[in-house]
């Protein structure tokens, strides 16, 4: 029987550890031996690998973040450290990869497959949703609605008092989070670093709101954008608004994964094991315009991310 | 100004009231004057209508339910009262109608649009997905969300004991909400009323897990079948184990909308107001492969739902 | 070193866990050797006893059930493996035992106590709340914030028609779980076992708030009672609405543990490991008027739990 | 039928809705005509008070924040505006006031009070914790389960990654939360401004764990110590691992009230109709030692809150 090792890599993401018990499960299905790889390409270099058994994926489903760990890993740039890895799998009958994460892990496995011709299948997993190719990661749904609750409880007690409430979402370079949740959230503002924002106008907007009876705000800021603190405080005086700060940090990385995540990764698992059975080699699994796919790892990473036109469209009268 | 009138009408499902919103929010920018109807068709007949203010609408986002209320009106169905109906939204200005509903509030509204000459544009809303001709109605995402943290408690408990959980999920003609369950929550049984299940091989099948090492069973099992009850017994006689039955009612309607609703809400009205803007009449709004589109209401009323055939792919050996 | 080893026994209940994890901590700190014994009374006979690694007690705290199992055994009534179990606890040098779990656990350990002279101390964990001479048991507070949660999502839906909403809860012969969730969500109907109910008076009462403009009743019925489906129907006939069933089902029983039950695990816990470095035999830590002791073992045997009186009469205008 | 006028002031806490809705039933049901007070104090001079209706009350139980808002007002420290206020009541005859808040709100109803001669009762709310002579305060259990289901987030990708996090929650003065969140989500980590910490010797500590194979860090850092920018910066020089920040926010002062809230709320609004009606004069209401009772105004505003010495205790080891 033929080996297949399935691992989780860079940052994580509600929603892995449904891909990884769908992984192994379809592979034992279809005929293979499953593997799991602990610590990601650290745990690759170091050998951390074993077959799967029941109880490794048994229980796992609805738990947040990833039972397989995940890591960064300096060493796997060399080509000895590669080499290493190479050999673990080599000594166990693997000959098939199965990643879920980012791109930069797909990039490394890519590297990995130019040395030994070890075929991957990478599976979108990253709760910035900043994977160029696919309109979904796996996570997004999950983080989208941990952030929901957050926002939904500061929204509560809003009403108590005329107030401003800043909550400043993760996104280094990518504002999907901050926008969608400023549209599920009914907010006010949203500052996201693909699109200008004008303070000068906001503030000319928010005081005829208010005048007009408005009682609160609410605005949602992309870390990217480095203008939490700064409009809290210019809020403050230029609203002239009590205004206070959340900073959802890693809570929006946590939590049980939703449906929409589970069954997300029950068919990427599916799209990827047959992927490589189809014989396939170094494609990244897509889920554009309603439909599954896969992508050339080289399509992956030559092109950039774009926001979603249409979700800019709708929240873009919040930035002005 | 011309008026456009909004109501929810049929069984509440999440997402109504950010519908509701939306609606009322996108219909103002584009030059309309929003009206509110409560209590469906019935306050349609009884003149249960006012121009939507702010203090409507507010704070309705995270609300589940429907704060316009509902109705089932045998009224309605007689000339006479859509008449008076009629005159309700001639008196208002009205000549513009979003209905937020299942098909049969459609066709009602069909039929008003025979007799009057009002259009109207239809947003599928209903817990079941069971609206031909669209991939997603209303409510769904947060049913599922609600089952989901129900049986995501019950496997809490599930390996204390050799146990078998049987879930009783909505659905009357639909096992959607029960077999998309199934699937993301891991359960070893789903009987739906679309799929021929075979209790003898079920038994089979379990009971060489059971041999196995496997701890306790989960079924999913929809409504419509009315097996619920059976199964439960049935297992503690022929698996041998403690069975208990859940009948989860009423909660799965309920519950603060996922995001996912209230995007698809936010589409949604969108959509709406600029078909009926566009002139369209009797349209139902519907969201297939990935994307959004307008169908005639006869194409949604003559056609048949059917289970999604990927869905049914992945969770077929489930009844056997 | 002395041994002391940790179980959990009986129906499982929340808080378990933390109760588990600060037993261990707490005899490490106080210069115990803390054992597990996995799966109960069956795990003491077979032998399923290991030395506790940080491991086994790591990230528990905020898990439902228990990770030890739990079981019934037959056999414990057997002085045989009672003896087995006693050989178990001598081989790995085991003095002193913690029992997490209800009445009939703790009889069990009370009659092994007699025969070898294992000293234990008690923990009371069961939803029921129904162990006599302390006010609370583990599990309860997780489990009324479940059934809150069930009952918020579906009042969500009530007012959207008229309409009646039954709810089962746990409890077979207690109805502290009703009771207190009735009082909590504002229900009209409340059945249990200890207070006589008069449907005669409740269909009154409830007509004439029908009349006076009350749009949805919502009705908590213990399982002991074995009403609910009886009162379903009599809703239908004699108020003339429409009503449906939910069966919450061992959902009650899961859950993340609430902070409560998390912070009385840790003082149960601590309480029980002083306990038997005090030299105390046979104990069952209890939490009554707002403080922490110690209960003879035949004080709550031979006693029978009452419910609250002050709960009953809050609640008891709900039963007639 | 005399009057009463139930008000809420000061900051929101969950449980306010439940505690305005039982002290409106619970005063009709006795016989008094029950009012309502709108925006706190200024809603009070203002003349924002209207006879409690049904829907006034309906369906508020299960909301956070507060349905009758809250302000500060700085005209009431002024005699004429409190004139103002009483004549206010006096055109409705109310003669009787219930204000669920803080001691600030107690002090201000104390003078007037001595002004006028209208008695309030004092029900106490803030999920501080922190007004002196009861050891419970509405608001407080809700917050807690706020802040856990965070720090369960967290967790779930704390295993990730070897990382420290970093949590601020609310607590200027008072670190309740902090520490109960600390012990209750078994931080490693708690600084609160009534503890004194000792950095050095927290750092020894940790990294002797982390040798020893602990894989992340997590702490608690109440507001009023201003540590927790520094702390973020002070982990990842100092132990030489990334570390994150999280600033909860008004995330902490929103969700549905929990079970032992709305119970709270509900003998906390019995007790104080029942004071009033005992011609008991400016009394705050208080739950001690698991008993509830009565306190003269005087007794809690000349105390100092203390942090419950039993959770010191328990948390000591987190500071240093």
Known sequence: MEGI?????????AGMNPAVKCAVDYSRKKGLKPFLIRNGLRGMIDGDISEATREDVSGIMHRGGTVLRSSR?????????????YDNLQKLGINKLIVIGGDGSFNALNQFYSDFGVPFAGIPATIDNDIPGTDYCLGVDTALNMIRQSVDSIRDTATSFSRAFVIETMGRHCGYLAMVSALSSGAEICLVPEVEYDLEKIGERLRSDLNDGRDYIIAMVAEGTNMAEYLTRWIKINLNMDARLTVLGHVQRGGSPTVRDRIMAYKFAVEAVDALLDGETNKIMIFRDGDFGRLAI???????VELNQQIIKLAEHLSH
Chains 1, 2, 3, 4 share one sequence.
Not at 5 to 13: C, E, L, P, Q, R
Not at 73 to 85: C, L, M, P, T, V
Request: glycine share 6%.
């Open 73 to 85: 890993s300096q060493r796997f740039f060399e080509y000895d450290y590669r080499k290493q890895a």
């Open 298 to 304: 080289d399509k992956v990473t030559d092109s950039k």
């Open 5 to 13: 090792a399935i691992m989780t890599s860079g940052g994580d993401a």
